[in-house]
C-alpha cells in the first residue's frame, strides 16, 4: 500500500514537471529562432510541383472578389449549364483583358454587368480570355456574366443511381457532388483556379 502511494506520487510529480517543461519548450523555440532571424534565415529551397502536374501560369493581374454561380443540371447527359458572374478588380492601371480557367466549356455569352454589353471573348481548350470594352484602373470594379455548358471531368461528379442487390440490401439514390479544391473547379464554372 505504501509502495503503490510513493509510485502514485512519483508519477504525478513527473508528469506535473513535464507538463511544466513543455510549455517552456515553444518560448524557448520561438525565442532561438528570432534570435536567427536576425542574423541569418536559413534559405529555403524554391517549390516544385510534382512531375507531370507542372503548368505555367502568368503573371497575375486581377483579384477576384467573388463569383456569383448559378447552374441547373442535367444528370442523365452529366452535364451543367451555368450563369456565373465573376467581380474582379485590377491589380494596376491599364487593364485591358484578363484570363479564366475554363476546361472543356461551351459559351453562350460573356457580358460586362450590370450594363449587359456584349465583350469579346476567345477561348482555347483550358481558358476563356475576354477582352473589356476599355482600359480599367486598379480602383475600379469589375463585374462580368458568363453563361455556358460544360461536361466536367473533374471537380463535379455525377453518381448514378444502383438497385439493391444479392450483396448490398439497399438500393443508392443518384447524387451529385463537387470536390474542386484546389485544381479542379474550372471543369465546371469558369475561375482563377
Not at 109 to 127: F, I, N, Q
Request: charged share 25%; hydrophobic share 30%.
Amino acid at each position: 500500500m505504501h509502495l503503490q502511494r510513493a509510485a502514485r506520487s512519483t508519477l504525478i510529480l513527473v508528469l506535473l514537471v513535464s507538463f511544466t517543461l513543455s510549455g517552456l519548450a515553444p518560448a524557448a523555440y520561438a525565442q532561438r529562432a528570432r534570435g536567427r532571424s536576425r542574423t541569418q534565415a536559413p534559405a529555403s529551397p524554391p517549390r516544385r510541383q510534382m512531375r507531370g502536374t507542372e503548368h505555367r501560369r502568368l503573371p497575375r493581374t486581377y483579384d477576384v472578389q467573388h463569383y456569383i454561380i448559378r447552374t441547373r443540371f442535367d444528370v442523365p447527359n452529366k452535364t451543367v449549364y451555368g450563369d456565373t458572374t465573376v467581380t474582379l478588380k485590377p491589380l494596376s492601371s491599364g487593364f485591358q483583358s484578363f484570363e479564366l480557367d475554363a476546361t472543356g466549356m461551351e459559351f453562350e455569352s460573356v457580358r460586362l454587368e450590370p450594363e449587359g454589353k456584349a465583350l469579346r471573348w476567345t477561348r482555347t481548350p483550358d481558358k476563356l480570355n475576354v477582352t473589356l470594352d476599355r482600359s480599367y484602373s486598379a480602383s475600379d470594379t469589375i463585374s462580368v456574366r458568363i453563361k455556358y455548358s460544360a461536361t466536367p471531368e473533374k471537380g463535379l461528379y455525377f453518381i448514378p443511381a444502383s438497385p439493391a442487390t444479392r450483396y448490398r440490401r439497399y438500393s443508392k439514390p443518384a447524387q451529385m457532388w463537387s470536390q474542386g479544391e484546389a485544381e479542379e473547379n474550372h471543369y465546371w464554372f469558369p475561375c482563377y483556379d
